[in-house]
């Protein structure tokens, strides 16, 4: 197959680059930024030195990308998406959109938290949460892939919702991101000394991926869901772990907990389940497409807490991504991301 990765600098890009290197079904055939236009990738990106010899182009002729590829990989800010699915609605090329576009069933909400106003609502998009949405993404003419913070916490939750073991309306995610998850441009609070040896919480109360996790449970339980979601930022690069409180319902015991998590996902070849009271770490995810999932109990509250491990960058991104272009290709899931961890 024939793929393109719109915005190929972010560091989303460059994963994608790296994953789709050693996909046997996959050949990289155009990649784009409108910063760094005929520069070669290698000169942002050293590490693919000797595998990519190609120069970033212009998406000014997005047409001619579409016209030759078959699959069209987005990684631009939100609000830069819609514009590429419009231009390319008429053509047979697929896109899977790593950004916030096509996230949204409902284009109002997606207006709401992002103060943009979304260009392109009659797209026919699905949810690109590989595990939960396997049989709408096969045929799906775009893909908008899940948020990072979201695929961990919206994994960690979705047996318990589906088996309708909790209370929806009580659910707390705690979640801890290494810093690429804000991207490749520099920021202040992302300057070395700002952040070395800090731990903080942002966007408390306010985040972006909030009304996409609440989106995912309401359509998982059947009940309108509303979460509260608190992200921090660590000192690391890599990794996320999602910490998920919720009150069980009356009656539910530590083995329905167990069977619901067991039932979702033993087949599942990317969520590795630790099992009551196991405890996830990013380090043992880092460079990797799995999700590492492990749950207890505090009998004395009767609340659930879910412990969830990804790399942000790949199961959060990139490799999520991939993952949903192999679905929509017909090909193994595991095609070009079953590699293990890097450790340490």
Request: charged share 20%; aromatic share 10%.
């Amino acid at each position: 197959m024939k793929v393109s990765v719109l915005g190929a600098t972010g560091y989303a890009g460059a994963e994608l680059l790296r994953i789709l290197y050693n996909h046997p079904q996959a050949e990289v055939v155009h990649i784009t930024s409108e910063s760094h236009t005929g520069e070669n990738i290698t000169d942002l990106y050293p590490h693919l030195r000797g595998l990519y010899d190609m120069k970033l182009e212009s998406m000014q002729d997005i047409e001619a990308i579409g016209k030759d590829s078959d699959f069209v990989f987005i990684g631009l800010p939100h609000g830069h998406a819609m514009k590429v699915g419009k231009a390319l609605e008429k053509l047979p090329v697929r896109i899977i959109d790593l950004g916030a576009d096509y996230r949204f069933h409902d284009t109002s909400v997606y207006e709401a938290w992002y103060h943009v106003p979304h260009t392109h609502p009659d797209a026919k998009s699905v949810y690109g949460l590989a595990e939960l949405y396997r049989e709408e993404i096969r045929d799906a003419k775009i893909i908008g892939n899940a948020g990072c913070f979201t695929t961990a916490s919206i994994l960690a939750l979705a047996p318990l919702a589906r088996q309708h073991l909790i209370d929806v309306n009580s659910i707390i995610v705690d979640a801890k991101s290494g810093v690429s998850g804000a991207g490749r441009s520099p920021k202040q609070a992302n300057h070395f000394p700002e952040l070395y040896d800090n731990f903080r919480a942002y966007n408390v109360a306010h985040h972006r991926h909030t009304p996409e996790i609440e989106q995912a449970v309401t359509d998982l339980s059947g009940e309108q869901t509303v979460i509260n979601f608190t992200p921090h930022l660590v000192p690391m690069s890599r990794g996320i772990l999602s910490t998920c409180y919720a009150n069980l319902k009356d009656g539910v015991t530590p083995e329905l907990v167990d069977a619901a998590f067991e039932k979702a996902y033993s087949k599942e070849f990317f969520i590795r389940l630790l099992g009551r009271g196991g405890y996830p770490s990013t380090k043992e995810v880092r460079g990797s497409n799995f999700c590492d999932i492990a749950w207890h109990i505090d009998e004395r509250t009767h609340r659930v807490i879910v412990l969830s491990a990804i790399d942000n960058l790949v199961k959060g991104a990139a490799g999520q991504a991939v993952q949903n272009f192999n679905i929509a290709c017909g090909f193994d899931e595991k095609t070009g991301l079953d590699f293990v961890p890097m450790y340490p």
